[in-house]
Every structure is written in structure tokens, then in C-alpha cells.
């Protein structure tokens, strides 16, 4: 784990409250999809929790870029974010984490909320390059409607690159089923079961707020999963 200065080089948008930010750093960063890095806007203070913050590589680690996302709230760090011009320099703390995809889970099933789709987007773009077809991957995404679906195009595309391979399902808390492919409610054992055949063979990734996390671990608990099939990263902090 190093830190590295990188410089700014591009915002994207990706819901009304979720940006993406892409610096280019001066070495490059060999990091694993699903880990995350540390931005550190007082680099003088690594103590300083409001200017330092986790943030999870929302890109493929082939890239010559790094990308991570945020959503963005009215916290100093935010407006930090919002306010970078192309050009400026940060320090990226980094890589950390170990809930990385593990050499033998060919068979995934994903259950993020909101902004936990970070890793999960990141280990997608890797398969992309290197082996998505010896993988059957289901993902179950909750966000609260399909404005605030994250990354929505990518996922499309690659469901249309990988349709024997990805499969996703957008739950959301509010969605008129006539105008969007979605599940209404929260992900839930019976929604996952409907789903899912063979549940006991599968490997469960979990990412998300706290909150969410344990009430996924629950549901994965109740569905009969063994423990050491389900894995989980909690975004501390939400
Ligand atoms: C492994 C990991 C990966 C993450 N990946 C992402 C990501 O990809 N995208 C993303 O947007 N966020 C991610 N987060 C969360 C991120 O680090 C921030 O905590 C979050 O974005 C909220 O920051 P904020 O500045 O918007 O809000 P703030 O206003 O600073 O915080 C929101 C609330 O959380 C509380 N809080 C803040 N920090 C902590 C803490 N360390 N422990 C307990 N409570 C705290 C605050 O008191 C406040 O009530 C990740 C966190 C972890 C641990």
C-alpha cells in the first residue's frame, strides 16, 4: 500500500447525486476490483476523517486511469470533490481491502444497495477483460427508483455482451412496472429465491451501507447459505 499524487482529469455524472472522478496518478496503481483506496485532501493529517475518506475503485484495474465514485452529500469532503478542476493534484492512499473476487466463485450472486455498486461495477469491467464467459453472475441491485440507478448504461451494455453469462434485477422501493423492468420492494429471501436455482451452490457479495449489509446478511442467512459463502463489505460511514 502506497500513496500516490494523481491528477484530476475528468468528472462523470452518473445519477443527479452521484459523480464519478478520474485522476491520473503519477505510478501506476496495481489494485484488485473490490478493493478501495483512501483520498486524501489533508494528506498533512491522515487522522483527519472528514478530509480523508475510503472511496472503492469503480473502474477495471487494466485501466491507465483511476476512477472512483461518490454520492455526493453537503460534507466538506463532497464539496472538496465537486470543486476539483482538471489538473489538480490529490494523494490516493492505496489499494486496501481484501474483498476481492476469490479464484474459484464462478457462480455470483450480487446484492448491493446504492452506491455499493462501486466494487461490484469494478469486478464486471475486469471479467470484461479478461474471462466473463466461464462466469454466471445474477446481480440484485436496490436503489430507490431508476433515476438513482448508478451505472445503469454499463450494466446494460454488458447484460447484451454477456446475456448466458449476467443477469441483473433492479429492486427498487419506487417503480411503476408498466414503465420499467423492475422489482418493486427490497431484495427479499422470496424475491431471491424466485430467482435463483440451486442457491446452495452459490457465492453471495455483499456491498452497501451498514444497514443494508447486515439486513442482506440476514436474508442470506435465512435463505440457507453457508457462512463461508457469503462475503461482505460495509461502506462505514453511510
Ligand atoms: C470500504 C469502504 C468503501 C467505501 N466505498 C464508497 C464508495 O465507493 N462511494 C461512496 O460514496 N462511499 C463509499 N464509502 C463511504 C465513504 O467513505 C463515506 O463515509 C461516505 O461517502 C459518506 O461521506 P460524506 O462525506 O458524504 O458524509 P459525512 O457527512 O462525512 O458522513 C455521513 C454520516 O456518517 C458518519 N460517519 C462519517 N464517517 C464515519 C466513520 N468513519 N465511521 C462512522 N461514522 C461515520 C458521520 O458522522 C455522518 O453522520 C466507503 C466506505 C468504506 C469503509
Redesign the pocket.
Known sequence: MQIVKAKFIEKIERTAT?CSFRFAPQLKVFFKAGQ?LQVLFNAENLMD??LN????Y?NAPQDDYIE???????????DKLRNLKIGDEVSLKGP??N?VLAPNHNEIVFLIGG??V??CISMLLDLANNNFSDYEINIFYANRNEQEIAFKNEFDELVKKYPRNLRIFHILSECNISDFDCIVGMIREDVIAQKIKDIHSKYFYIFGPPAMVNAMKGVCNNLGCPKDKVIS??????
Not at 472512483?68 to 463532497?78: E, I, N
Open positions: 452521484v478501495f476523517r472528514e475518506k475510503f472511496l472503492s469503480s472512483v465514485t461518490k454520492r455526493l452529500s453537503a460534507s466538506k469532503f463532497s486496501l481491502g474483498c452506491i455499493g462501486t466494487p463489505e460495509s461502506f462505514i460511514g453511510y
